[in-house]
T-cell receptor, first 112, second 112 residues
Framework: NAGVTQTPKFRILKIGQSMTLQCTQDMNHNYMYWYRQDPGMGLKLIYYSVGAGITDKGEVPNGYNVSRSTTEDFPLRLELAAPSQTSVYFC???????????FGPGTRLTVT | TQLLEQSPQFLSIQEGENLTVYCNSSSVFSSLQWYRQEPGEGPVLLVTVVTGGEVKKLKRLTFQFGDARKDSSLHITAAQPGDTGLYLCAGGTNFGNEKLTFGTGTRLTIIP
């Protein structure tokens, strides 16, 4: 049982490039979330999903897109990378019947 | 927008001392979670409190949810170097479709 896995662990992008951050969970959780964490700060919700085929915006969705074609996968897409998107990105999941969110190890993204 | 303010932002104390971290908001939450995050990793849940006035103990850690469900505290007794980390509170609303609002974080360092 791997829990929540994220790839890549680190990435450097040039301004204007695109990339997809991958997130997979093997706990059959319906709820999945994407957060960003800026240095020394808490986490801000980018997008979330309550099940396959359903996604919704969080607090800071601009510049990002998501899809949820399966229960297991919840990729985050950056279309035109900007320096303001330099951050650590965390994916999380939780079951319908519990409060606890399980987090992946994060992806550290630098846009220069 | 719901905000959760944590204080202090930074805390550095000697091993064996006691400490309290506070998490305050003007908003009411249906649940309050505390997470600990270590460098290079995602947050890990410590506790969830859901009832106003609730107190939960986890070994040397004591968590309290305010009567009005707007604030919470984390008290650590006889701090140990293993307690070092970033402590995050997170308020939840609408359990069936719960999104978390994370606090600003308290970075705790325990000096041996």
């Amino acid at each position: 049982n791997a829990g929540v896995t994220q790839t890549p662990k680190f990435r450097i992008l040039k301004i204007g490039q695109s990339m997809t951050l991958q997130c997979t969970q093997d706990m059959n959780h319906n709820y999945m979330y994407w957060y960003r964490q800026d240095p020394g700060m808490g986490l801000k919700l980018i997008y979330y999903s309550v099940g396959a085929g359903i996604t919704d915006k969080g607090e800071v969705p601009n510049g990002y897109n998501v899809s949820r074609s399966t229960t297991e996968d919840f990729p985050l897409r950056l279309e035109l990378a900007a320096p303001s998107q330099t951050s650590v990105y965390f994916c999380a999941s939780r079951s319908t019947s519990a409060h606890e969110q399980y987090f992946g190890p994060g992806t550290r993204l630098t846009v220069t | 927008t719901q905000l959760l303010e944590q204080s202090p932002q930074f805390l550095s104390i000697q091993e064996g001392e006691n400490l309290t971290v506070y998490c305050n908001s003007s908003s009411v939450f249906s649940s309050l979670q505390w997470y600990r995050q270590e460098p290079g990793e995602g947050p890990v849940l410590l506790v969830t409190v859901v009832t106003g006035g609730e107190v939960k103990k986890l070994k040397r850690l004591t968590f309290q949810f305010g009567d009005a469900r707007k604030d919470s505290s984390l008290h650590i007794t006889a701090a140990q170097p293993g307690d070092t980390g970033l402590y995050l509170c997170a308020g939840g609303t609408n359990f069936g479709n719960e999104k978390l609002t994370f606090g600003t974080g308290t970075r705790l360092t325990i000096i041996p």
